[in-house]
């Protein structure tokens, strides 16, 4: 019945094209017979080669620089450019690809190949050193815009030191400097980002063509924020460009707009959008008006011949239409009662004319709303390249199925499974198209998906080697599917390198092992796991590892055997065992071998072992687990149980304890130190305790033998001390007699060789009445009699008196003498005045003797400040002989002089400074010197001093610095 029916309609439609055709053969006449000449674009050889092998043009515009390229809301392009470049690719007949990226980005595009053609660009003589430009498309004037409120910037020169914005890589920077303008750029991607600085204040002025400028401001209602300043600075020439060298698409796309312009496409579309009305055709009615005319009488005679025909058929087609639409109504409850959603739409506009009821309950619509509805509106994946791919499978099968999502009416998505089949209907091209929910599918893909995905991570992320392999016929034998990052780390290779070379051949090189390691899979595959089997491979660099190898059979679904295998590499932790082994031997071997006693006690104070010397030393003590007990072991016994002990109260709290016993044995009494130490556990318990046993007889005895010859010696040191204090006593006397007998006969009249033995015999009992003085303070000192006396005194007096006493003797060798006490020393010190003038003097005395010519010079400084005591430095240094640096470290011990020769220049005992050192370090200080030979010495004293009440802020009240000239 339905193809009676169509057969019918399309009687009827071939009659009205005849009845159409015969008007318009009446009404055309010969004299538009040469009209639609051949306008085509005629392209070389080598430029249809070059389409040929290339294929595709490809534009890129800017993302953003409206009216002439932007992106719509749907992320298609458009604009003049656009328009302007689409249009000649569909003349030129060529596949082409349009993208978007930045200006900067788009021009970096095309110089490196990956485009062929910059749809928008200004001509300038530095950039035609890169591009080829083609002839002028546009006239673009480039202004300054600055924000409504800025009064300021009206003119070029305005613009010196100001902020501009202007968009990365455009001709504006290159303007400015030319003409000698200092500016703070502010680079933007686009002029919308540059115009949007200047409004925000980020910057102060723009520079941009003027319709891009125009169209953000007027599109984002901005218009009142913004203004344009001055005239135009420069007229730019907006042109295609493409990459220097590239000469064939220059060429093309020369035709291309050559053909473009001569068919006013370039003026129509500048036109267009820029918003001026296209010119109507001149003359069209007139021209055309006696053909209309008597067309229409023509027609109007064929209308009547149609309408004859047509009551001929209207009853026939009634009949047949009934039979159809019951038919139709027959499909149409099939349809509606079917568990998927229906959908059948226009191609290629994709507008649904038609769908079932499941359609509507799945999508939350009613039928009146999904028809008013195209299939971008309910299909969230929808992407033109998608539906072209659909496209060209329909052309191979019949029909194609995909997955999707379906947009409902409160937004959320319906996953969906399609089936599309296109068939054509009444001249035009419908598809047919069944969406199954597969919501429910797709949560139980998702739960699958996501454990696989865990069990994935896990396996990846394992500290251990995870593998699967099942053995096949052929070479390599084993073949792994499962290999986590671990095992390729382990054997240094990837599971694609290990299935091309083979798991024996690879990591066994040594035949013997690689056939028992084949031989071993062959038993795992009979149904044997092992267990941490150690096997030594080589690893892709050549080192060799030792690995732990842990299996179990697996039988997947298809009853194939699978082996999990576990894998760690142990090569480090068998080195640690075998060091742990050798460290285990050697501190045996210490153990048993070392010269002293070693026991080894529990932490519940129970012998756990014995070296062999404790074995020989206590014979009676065995490894018996008895309980340890010093009192039992090395003293009397002691009615004192182990909890009240104090040794083991002590071991227990984990102190070192110590303790030399004296042990009755065969030998008679030994004395042995004994040291127990704790051993502690990671959680700081107590593990056990160590015992070192050392025989100290032999060093006991030696230390009472030493002690005694100290003490012998000590009692000998005082009886000489006290016997050269008595000696020097019983010396003085007469030598005093002596001295004053010389000075009586020096008043009693003598011959000049008697009064030279006289002199003679006065200085040498001068000398010995020194020495004698000399060695009754060394042994005052040794025999522990000197005491130092603590009296107030004046340090710049004390200095004086002991300068004065040297004083005849400095003059007489023309020495001058330099006195540099600090202002900041208290006036009055506490301490033993007397021995300081000792001291003093005695290192003047040497300065005076061993200096022939220079300078002396006496310093003191203060060093530290208490409240009650004050350090300070009093330094002798002088110019004269010096002493060796080999005499040095002894010039403070007893009768030591550098020259210790019978002929030597200078006399002395050499006790002085011997002396000087003990005094200066019973007073508490100290002593030291530095000396170069025939340079001079300098002798330092450090000797701390009490200081009197009231007396810490005095200054001494003689002058700072004080210089002996000569006479």
């Known amino acids: 019945m339905r193809q009676c029916c169509n057969r019918v309609i399309q009687l009827k439609k071939t009659l009205h094209v005849i009845v159409i055709v015969v008007g318009m053969l009446l009404v055309i006449t010969p004299t538009q017979a040469n009209a639609g000449s051949d306008n085509g674009i005629k392209l070389t050889f080598e430029e249809r080669q070059y389409l040929q092998s290339h294929g595709t043009l490809i534009f890129v515009s800017q993302t953003n620089y409206p009216p002439f390229e932007f992106l719509q809301k749907d992320n298609s392009m458009d604009g003049i450019c656009i328009e302007l470049a689409r249009y000649m690719v569909t003349e030129l007949g060529v596949k082409s690809v349009f993208t978007n990226m930045s200006f900067q980005q788009a021009q970096e595009a095309v110089l490196s190949g990956k485009a062929d053609v910059l749809t928008s660009f200004f001509y300038s003589e530095k950039r035609s050193e890169q591009f080829t430009f083609t002839e002028p498309l546009f006239d673009v004037p480039a202004s300054i815009f600055v924000r409504s409120d800025r009064p300021d910037i009206a003119r070029l020169e305005d613009l010196k030191g100001k902020r501009i914005a202007i968009q990365r890589g455009d001709y504006a920077k290159d303007f400015l400097e030319s003409k000698g303008i200092s500016f703070q750029l502010v680079q933007t991607d686009n002029f919308a980002q540059a115009t949007e600085a200047v409004i925000s204040g980020l910057a102060d002025a723009l520079i941009g063509d003027e319709q891009v400028v125009l169209h953000y401001l007027y599109s984002n209602n901005q218009s009142d924020m913004a203004k344009k300043v001055g005239e135009p600075l420069y007229i730019g020439k907006n042109c295609m460009a493409i990459r220097k060298g590239n000469d064939i698409v220059y060429s093309l796309i020369t035709k291309a707009l050559q053909h473009a312009r001569k068919a006013n496409v370039i003026e129509n579309t500048q036109r267009k959008w820029f918003g001026k009305e296209l010119p109507a055709p001149e003359g069209w009615l007139s021209r055309w008006k006696p053909y209309l005319i008597f067309g229409g009488i023509s027609f109007f005679a064929l209308i009547v011949l149609i309408v004859a025909i047509n009551w001929k058929l209207r009853r026939l087609v009634t009949e047949k239409t009934m039979a159809v639409e019951l038919k139709e109504e027959y499909y149409r409850k099939l349809i509606d009662n079917a568990a998927d959603a229906i959908f059948v739409h226009n191609v290629p506009e994709g507008q649904i004319i038609d769908c079932n009821n499941q359609a509507c309950i799945s999508l939350g619509y009613c ?123 382990i054997t240094g290779y990837s599971m694609e390198e290990i299935n091309r070379l083979g798991w024996y051949q690879s990591l066994y090189p040594d035949e013997n092992t690689r056939n028992r390691a084949i031989k071993r899979m062959e038993e795992m595959r009979a149904g044997l796991d092992i267990m941490h089997e150690q096997w030594v491979i080589t690893r892709n660099d050549g080192d060799k590892r030792t690995i732990s190898i842990s299996t179990s059979i697996i039988v997947s679904n298809d009853k194939n055997i699978h082996v999990l295998g576990i894998i760690n590499d142990v090569t480090e932790e068998m080195e640690s065992l075998r060091v742990l082994k050798s460290r285990e031997a050697l501190y045996a071997g210490i153990f048993n071998h070392i010269g002293i006693g070693l026991s080894v006690i529990g932490a519940d104070l129970k012998q756990l072992s014995m070296n062999p010397v404790m074995n020989k030393w206590f014979p009676n003590r065995k490894d ?258 010096g002493i060796s640096a080999a005499a040095l470290p002894t010039i403070f011990s007893p009768f030591v002089q550098e020259d210790g020769s019978t002929t030597r220049k200078y006399g002395g005992s050499g006790l002085g400074l011997s002396i000087c050192q003990r005094m200066v370090e019973l007073m508490g200080g100290s002593i030291s010197v530095e000396s170069r030979q025939g340079v001079g010495s300098c002798f330092t004293l450090t000797i701390p001093f009490s200081l009197e009440v009231n007396d810490e802020h005095q200054s001494a009240n003689a002058l700072t610095t004080t210089v002996l000239p000569k006479e």
């Open 624 to 881: 018996t687990g008895q309980h340890t007990c010093y009192w039992s072991l090395h003293n009397p016994p002691r009615d004192v149980s182990c909890e009240e002990c104090p040794i083991a109260k002590s071991l227990l709290q984990g102190t070192v304890y110590e303790t030399i016993t004296h042990t009755p044995t065969e030998d008679g009494i030994r004395n042995y130190k004994i040291v127990t130490t704790p051993v502690f556990n990671t959680d700081g318990s107590i593990a056990a305790f160590v015992e070192l046993f050392e025989d100290i007889t032999e060093r006991v005895t030696f230390e009472n033998c030493l002690q005694q010859a100290k003490t012998a010696a000590e009692t000998a040191n005082r009886a000489k001390s006290e016997f050269l204090a008595n000696m020097s006593h019983e010396i003085r006397t007469p030598m005093n007699g002596v001295l004053g007998m010389t000075q009586l006969l020096e008043m009693t009249p003598l011959t000049a060789e008697q009064r030279e033995y006289v002199e003679s015999l006065k200085m040498s009992g001068k000398s010995m009445l020194a020495l004698i003085s000399d060695i009754l303070d060394l042994s005052r000192v040794e025999a522990g009699k000197f005491r130092v006396e603590l009296v107030p005194f004046n340090l710049r007096n004390c200095i004086d008196d002991i300068v004065l006493i040297q004083k005849s003797l400095i003059q007489a060798k023309e020495l001058q003498l330099v006195i540099d006490v600090a202002s900041d020393i208290p006036a009055i010190l506490v301490g033993d005045q007397q021995r300081v003038k000792q001291i003093l003097l005695n290192l003047l005395g040497n300065a005076t003797k061993f200096t022939e010519h220079g300078s002396i010079t006496i310093s003191a400084l203060k060093l530290e400040q208490e409240e009650r005591s004050v350090f300070v430095q009093l330094a002798i240094r002088d110019t004269g002989i």
């Open 367 to 489: 039928r009146d709303e999904l028809l008013r509805l195209s299939v971008q509106d309910i299909d969230a994946l929808f992407k033109p390249e998608r539906d072209e791919k659909a496209w060209r499978e329909l052309k191979v099968n019949s029909s194609v199925t995909l997955e999707g999502l379906h947009k409902r009416k409160d937004g959320s998505l319906l996953p969906v499974e399609v089936k599309i089949s296109i068939t054509s209907h009444a001249g035009r091209l419908l598809v047919y198209a069944a969406a199954r929910d597969v919501s429910e599918r797709k949560k139980m893909e998702m739960v699958i998906f996501e454990e696989r995905h865990f069990l994935s991570s896990v396996i990846e992320r394992a500290t251990e080697g995870i593998c699967v392999c099942q053995a096949v016929p052929d070479f390599p034998f084993i073949h792994f599917t499962v290999w986590n990052p671990c095992m390729t780390e």
